[in-house]
């Protein structure tokens, strides 16, 4: 399954309220409040021509199996399942489009993958020009390389009046699990396999090149107008949940959500919870910090390649097209970048959990109009036994949402 669903976190909404929310969020984003930043749901608009492009992600041929799976997703498939779901969504509402597919095939560091993607894309210009809508589906370092391409896009003026989404899963926005480096034997790559998982971790630094890139290309596209939808697999052996659901970085126009592998014996609490901080951001508010806290917890902990794994839900490439489509528009709110400390041993403050999740399931908002998450979570902590040692770490230090006094609207 994939949560939250968009009418969880968004709400429908005619032109004049629309109109009024989006005002009222422009103001409140400028003076510094999370409040209302939301776009809203609104009715299918007529499509003609849609074009569907997938892109990979960091595919060596050496890439030990039991930390990504079986290395299957290529843009072949992602083209592919982008078109399957813009049929369906068709399908759905009751129109007929063409569609044209893309695979855009290349290995190596980002930023040459984005130059040397870009001239496979000039072959297809006339068509990105034709089509009403461009959907763009990224796995793992696929995701940046995603961001930028679409950006060299609209700079050289190949994207206007168009609605355009981009579709990260399982992207490597902050880089993967810190100290993953050190158990990749580096030794057993090529020199040129051996740049490109070396620059992933570059990620982890805010002020790296590859990351500065990164922010960069997305404020050009959010600017443009581009939806943006970042899935992140609850159970990834190599990307964790604060780096593929791109937790630093806010706007209205960029959608959170996680996969949840119907294979894998996942604790309902953890799902129910990540579900809530997901809604959360989704709807304009902090998730305290608590993403981050619990991501390393999270993994290697179940059994299952959340990593590959994720790529096969249809219900992934679904969500990110209804979102880009059946959603209003405020671009003109910048782009805010928060700062970020990837989790090491040396900042890492276990202490923190139990604080930050009582005080959001303390906070007006989640008591006045998430009550009844706030309750379902209380039921399923209860009910909770979990069987690893980090799970049970984690518990212990949550014990302290279970005060004495009753979570109740003021």
């Keep these: 399954m994939v949560v939250p669903k968009l009418q969880d976190s968004l709400s429908y909404s005619g032109s004049s309220s629309a109109l009024w929310a989006s005002l009222g969020s422009i103001s409140k984003w400028f003076g510094g409040q999370d409040e209302n930043m939301r776009v809203q749901l609104m009715s299918p608009p007529r499509i003609k021509k849609a074009v569907a492009i997938g892109i990979h992600g960091f595919f060596p041929i050496k890439m030990i199996r039991n930390i990504i799976g079986e290395p299957t997703g290529t843009s072949v498939k992602f083209a592919n399942e982008a078109a399957l779901g813009i049929q369906r969504w068709a399908e759905q509402n009751g129109q007929v489009l063409e569609i044209e597919k893309i695979a855009l095939e290349g290995e190596g560091i980002v930023h040459d993958r984005v130059e040397y993607l870009y001239r496979l894309l000039s072959a297809w210009i006339d068509r990105l020009h034709d089509a009403d ?24 003026g190949h994207a206007d009046n168009k609605k355009i989404g981009i579709l990260g899963m399982a992207g490597i926005s902050i880089g993967p699990f810190y100290g993953l480096d050190q158990k990749l034997v580096m030794r057993a790559y090529t020199q040129f ?44 052996q190599l990307v964790p949940l604060y780096s593929s659901l791109c937790t630093h970085v806010n706007h209205p126009h960029i959608y959170r959500a996680i996969y949840v592998d119907g294979r894998v014996h ?20 902090s998730d305290h910090g608590i993403i981050r806290d619990l991501s390393d917890s999270l993994a290697g902990t179940f059994t299952g390649g959340g990593h590959s794994m994720i790529y096969y839900e249809h219900a992934v490439y679904d969500i990110a ?62 009910d909770w036994n979990p069987d690893t040692k980090a799970l049970k770490d984690i518990k212990y230090r949550l014990s302290a949402i279970r005060g004495n006094a009753p979570l109740e609207v003021a």
């Design 133 to 156: 809508f461009i959907m763009v589906a990224a796995h793992s370092q696929g995701t940046p390389v995603a961001v930028q391409l679409v950006a060299k896009l609209i700079e050289e």
């Design 193 to 236: 396999e051996s740049d490109s998982l070396r620059e992933l971790f570059a990620f982890q630094n805010l002020e790296s090149l590859q990351a500065r890139r990164y922010i960069q290309g997305l404020r050009a596209v959010i600017a443009h107008g581009v939806k943006i939808s970042f899935i992140g697999s609850v159970n990834d």
């Design 266 to 285: 996942a604790p309902s609490f953890i799902i129910h919870l990540i579900e809530l901080l997901t809604k959360l951001r989704n709807m304009g508010y």
């Design 321 to 382: 097209i209804k979102y880009t489509l059946e959603t209003t528009s405020i671009p003109k709110i910048p782009v805010k970048v928060d700062k970020f400390e990837v989790p090491t041993p040396s900042n890492y403050n276990p202490y923190n959990l139990p604080w930050t999740v009582r005080g959001m399931l303390e906070q007006d908002f989640v008591r006045r109009h998430l009550l009844d998450d706030v309750k379902k979570i209380l039921d399923k902590f209860d």
